[in-house]
């Protein structure tokens, strides 16, 4: 048992389906109180005021929306539910493929196996948010393709062009709503890297909508 505005007592939140939200508040001193009582969508209102009542009702909607917002969070999290992914190249050289993706392509190398080895043969690297795991010589066949996404295109093209990085498609706005370049790695992996499309066709987009 809880207490509850006004010095009322609630019980504790039921599920959902069967939603009883007790509100009570004072305005002015000419509302006293108010109970509204959702179940099963059944309305239930007593007060002096049917618009007060009426917010009322709509703060009580708005929480059983967030109750159910988290329902389905929980749901989401279940112990089957998958909760990450990340790709996996294989690669002829891990100790070469690590030099070129934190030298060339701007990742950064989490860890190496065995790490007591000086050759080593799986790690991990990351961009971002992004991780990416390679194995040497194992686990997948090359080429892989892995579409990336990043805030300036042309930006990142213009850094890659510079560390020297093979780029087989320069930064090309898509029919489809998205500037796109292709990039290869030391084993024929391609990154095809997207972001949103250039100023220029954003304002002809615009245009041709007027």
């Not at 213009?158 to 093979?166: C, L, P």
Request: a negative charge; charged letters at 25%.
């Amino acid at each position: 048992m809880k207490r509850g505005p006004a010095g009322s007592e609630t019980m504790d939140e039921p599920p959902l389906g069967r939603l009883s939200t007790l509100i009570g508040f004072d305005v002015r001193g000419t509302i006293e109180f108010y109970r509204i009582e959702l179940i099963h969508g059944r309305k239930i209102m007593r007060g002096r005021s049917i618009a007060a009542a009426v917010v009322i009702a709509g703060i009580a909607i708005g929480v059983g929306s967030i109750a159910e917002a988290h329902e389905d969070h929980d749901k989401a999290s279940a112990p089957t539910a998958f909760t990450a992914m990340t790709p996996i190249l294989n690669v002829a050289s891990v100790e070469a493929s690590i030099e070129h993706y934190t030298s060339v392509l701007g990742f950064n190398k989490d860890w190496d196996w065995p790490a007591e080895e000086e050759d080593k043969t799986f790690a991990s690297i990351s961009n971002g948010e992004v991780h990416v795991f390679l194995a040497e010589n194992s686990q997948g066949a090359r080429p892989v393709w892995i579409y990336y996404n990043v805030g300036d295109v042309d930006k990142l093209h213009q850094e890659y062009a510079a560390a020297g990085a093979v780029i087989t498609q320069e930064p090309v706005d898509r029919p489809w709503g998205a500037r796109e370049m292709l990039v290869e790695d030391l084993d024929g992996h391609v990154l095809r890297i997207g972001g949103s499309p250039s100023e220029e066709e954003h304002d002809e987009s615009e245009e041709e909508g007027h």
